[in-house]
């Protein structure tokens, strides 16, 4: 089975830090911990509210960084201008509500194919990878081939909520069925959003899923034990269910 990469999502340092305003903890010090520790990639998500990564943390990390950066940005003009001039490796377009605790849904590329397309093509002439965060839904998957993005990010949040066993279980094979339409399609598939250490294996035992990106709980878990520690365990984890 091919390998699965884990790409860790350090928003939430900087959450602590803007709690107080402080110049601590630095986002870019996670991300240096992080690659040593065994991190493939780093993701931020520059929000437009500015509620934790702010534009400084992007710069300082795209000059710092060794792994490729994927930039969580929403379809603004705004963002776009600010992606084009950063250029990471990877952007991903998500959809944002101010009022939203955490990105909520999918990305919902069917209702929007023009401009998501116009986005793609702006990105993509500034040699970044675009992925589009979707709910993993067949008619999201048929729109994004429209879009000429290669990526996808498959929404693994309502699994993760999922109230009963049942549930989970419905909301699982939805993945499964998204990641082999993906596959089929051409794109490389991603999924991420409220994955944690007792729910990470049932996702990444999906033999075609080629990163995780995972935030939260790698913060969380790294209170007590370590940054570093906890993206082993992570990884570990992961791994464990690819041989
Ligand atoms: N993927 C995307 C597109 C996200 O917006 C987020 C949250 O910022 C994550 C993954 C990581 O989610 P979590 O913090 O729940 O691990």
Redesign the pocket.
């Known amino acids: 089975m091919s390998p699965i990469l884990l790409?860790v999502?350090i928003?939430?340092v900087a959450s602590i830090r803007q709690a107080r305003l402080t110049r601590y903890p630095d986002p870019v010090q996670a991300a240096l911990v992080a690659e040593q520790a065994g991190a493939d990639s780093i993701?931020i998500?520059l929000r437009e509210d500015r509620r934790h990564i702010q534009e400084r943390d992007v710069h300082l990390l795209k000059d710092v960084m060794l792994t490729p950066m994927n930039l969580?940005l929403a379809m603004t003009d705004d963002m776009l201008l600010f992606a084009e001039k950063v250029r990471p490796e990877f952007c991903?377009i998500?959809p944002e509500r101010r009022e939203e605790l955490?990105?909520e849904g999918g990305l919902d590329v069917a209702g929007q194919l023009t401009r998501t397309t116009e986005a793609c093509q702006r990105l993509q002439e500034a040699g970044i990878r675009v992925s589009l965060?979707i709910d993993a839904d067949q008619d999201q998957i048929a729109a994004v081939c429209d879009t000429g993005a290669k990526v996808i990010?498959i929404?693994t949040?309502h699994f993760?909520d999922a109230k009963s066993d049942q549930e989970r279980q419905g909301k699982l094979q939805k993945i499964i069925m998204a990641v082999e339409q993906g596959i089929r399609s051409g794109l490389r598939v991603n999924a991420?959003?409220?994955?944690?250490y007792q729910n990470v294996q049932e996702i990444a035992c999906i033999s075609n899923i080629r990163e995780l990106?995972?935030?939260?709980?790698?913060i969380a878990r790294a209170v007590f034990t370590g940054l570093a520690g906890a993206i082993r365990e992570m990884k570990q984890l992961m791994s464990e269910v690819r041989r």
């Open positions: 790409g999502n928003d939430h993701i998500h969580e991903c998500v955490t990105t965060f990010e929404h949040g993760a991420g959003h409220g994955l944690n990106n995972i935030g939260h709980a790698i």
